[in-house]
């Protein structure tokens, strides 16, 4: 079983995940899903951020 939360890819793929669900929710449900997909875009970016300052460098 591939380890999706792997601290040292689920940055990118976190992010793509983001990008692709925000997409998917502009496809199948834009009125809904506009200011749900626009706040999951952002979480998911400011988690990026955080957590990318979070982890200390090697």
Same mark, same amino acid.
């Not at 940055?11 to 692709?20: E, G, I, P, T």
């Not at 925000?22 to 449900?29: D, G, H, K, N």
């Not at 979480?43 to 990026?48: D, P, V």
């Given at each position: 079983?591939? &380890?999706?939360? &792997?601290?040292? +890819?689920?940055?990118?793929? +976190?992010?793509?995940?983001?990008?692709?669900? =925000? +997409?998917?929710?502009?496809?199948?449900?834009?009125?809904? =899903?506009?200011?749900?997909?626009?706040?999951?875009?952002?979480?998911?970016?400011?988690? =990026? +951020?955080?957590?990318?300052?979070?982890?200390?460098?090697?």
């Amino acid at each position: 079983m591939f &380890n999706f939360f &792997n601290p040292q +890819l689920s940055q990118k793929k +976190l992010l793509c995940l983001c990008v692709l669900f =925000t +997409l998917a929710l502009f496809i199948f449900a834009p009125t809904v =899903t506009i200011p749900v997909g626009l706040f999951v875009t952002i979480a998911g970016g400011l988690y =990026t +951020l955080l957590s990318h300052f979070a982890t200390p460098s090697k």
